[in-house]
């Protein structure tokens, strides 16, 4: 289930940034096409899968699971370019209906789903490496050269890939398989990567399932990939078990394809100015997000109970 509530973004206040979609990682980032009517996020995790939120795959007109064949790829999507796309041969997700009509942080646990490619496009789009975060992150994130961002294919802007930055981790939830961060999410931003940018290397270490909104402001919520590691639940595990995915590092694209390896002085440049670090907090924040007061899991159900999102995820 999604919560993506109407969140406005204003042009000019940092929050989300055009993006070149034939640029590694995102180009390993494209759009879920569902059924010609709706779309969502998704990213490639190898040369033939996909991981993406598993609502996206769900025809609520219909109340039913949509076919792999209602399905479509397309990797780099940005305005009229579609250079590298790939009908969808299976997909897996979690057992059961899975999606309740009243949002829940267990319906959420589950909202997650790996396509697999007709065709091997990660070759030429290139895919990311996957990664758990540690305990200690928060510490990691004050010492070191670090940026936490989000990209996909915003309601906003539903034909462009743009990126969110500044996309710190708060101690929002006490769930440690659902975190929240500070930056702008809208529909069709469901089943994008979180991403963790460290020495020069892009890491995805969750997916976007829901939007959460509690005492006036909105924050992005990720499943985290905790759930797909060793002590995650069995299903997820095995979801991804038999696949010959990159944890840790990921893969540059192709040198015979459209899509081009990262310039990482550019991309050090854009992620992590001082500018971009405070681009995700609040109006005057001077302080890191993760160092702001908690708030109770059972007071944010209550505000994503009362107020839930509309159930669209999105529309071309």
């Known amino acids: 289930m999604t919560f993506f509530a109407a969140l406005p973004l204003r042009a000019g206040d940092g ?32 040369e033939r899968h996909v991981l993406t939120a598993g609502h996206c795959l769900y025809d609520r007109k219909l109340d039913r699971w949509r076919l792999p064949s209602e399905l479509h790829f397309v990797a780099a999507y940005q305005f009229d370019q579609i250079l590298m796309h790939s009908p969808i041969a299976s997909y897996r997700r979690a057992g059961g209906r899975g999606l309740s009509k009243v949002p829940t942080f267990e319906s959420a646990t589950r909202d997650w789903a790996v396509l697999t490619l007709g065709e091997p496009i990660g070759r030429v789009a290139g895919w990311l490496g996957m990664t758990v975060i540690e305990e200690t992150f928060p510490k990691r994130i004050s010492a070191d050269r670090v940026a936490m961002v989000q990209a996909g294919y915003s309601a906003t802007r539903p034909h462009a890939m743009t990126m969110g930055r500044g996309c710190e981790p708060m101690p929002l939830l006490s769930n440690k398989d659902i975190f929240a961060h500070g930056c702008a999410v809208r529909d069709g931003d469901s089943g994008s990567p979180w991403l963790i940018y460290l020495d020069g290397q892009f890491y995805a270490a969750g997916l976007h399932v829901l939007s959460i909104g509690t005492e006036g402001r909105r924050y992005g919520g990720v499943l985290s990939f905790s759930i797909f590691s060793n002590g995650g639940t069995a299903e997820a ?10 944890w840790g590092r990921g893969k540059e694209p192709g040198k015979l394809g459209p899509a081009r390896a990262s310039v990482r002085r550019a991309l050090d440049s854009l992620l992590l100015s001082k500018s971009s670090s405070s681009s995700g907090r609040g109006a005057g924040s001077a302080e890191p997000a993760w160092n702001s007061s908690g708030i109770s899991l059972a007071r944010v159900i209550r505000e994503i109970t009362m107020h839930p999102a509309p159930e669209s995820v999105g529309t071309e």
């Open 15 to 46: 929050r989300r940034v055009l993006v070149d979609a034939l640029s590694y990682p995102w180009s390993a980032i494209g759009r879920v096409n569902t059924g010609g009517s709706t779309y969502c996020t998704g990213f490639l995790i190898s």
């Open 237 to 246: 595990r095995e979801a991804l078990g038999g696949l010959d995915l990159a």
